[in-house]
Nanobody, 127 residues
Framework: QVQLVESGGGSVQAGNSLRLSCIAS????????MGWFRQAPGKEREFVAG????????RYADSVKGRFTISRDNVKNTMYLRMNSLKAEDTAVYYC????????????????????WGQGTPVTVSS
């Protein structure tokens, strides 16, 4: 069974930083795409950042590019999202997601394309 567990959320002031972690287990993820999504109350779940687990290539939403950094530790099967210069608009529940296996791995930005999801970790940014 694939299991994804997020952690690291919290409440911070605008301009500060947080690092989220997602521990993945149950599979070898070398041919998977993984990513971070977020959902605020009353809004659709939206793509934040994604990573090709095999080669480490990344993709970011325009709203977070330059502020957030996605990375992976293959040995630990852990994905990270470093969030700098946080804004009030970043307030949401953040979810890690995984999809695969794929013969050709492409970072996807549509929530419906991901089969596996974590429970979410809330991030609140006050201004």
């Amino acid at each position: 069974q694939v299991q994804l567990v997020e952690s690291g959320g919290g409440s911070v002031q605008a301009g500060n930083s947080l690092r989220l972690s997602c521990i993945a287990s149950g599979r070898t993820f070398s041919n998977y795409v993984m990513g971070w999504f977020r959902q605020a109350p009353g809004k659709e779940r939206e793509f934040v950042a994604g990573i090709n687990w095999s080669d480490g290539s990344t993709r970011y939403a325009d709203s977070v590019k330059g502020r957030f950094t996605i990375s992976r530790d293959n040995v630990k099967n852990t994905m990270y999202l470093r969030m700098n210069s946080l804004k009030a608009e970043d307030t949401a529940v953040y979810y890690c997601a995984a999809d695969g296996p794929h013969s050709i791995v492409i970072v996807r930005d549509i929530p419906g394309e991901y089969d596996y999801w974590g429970q979410g970790t809330p991030v609140t940014v006050s201004s």
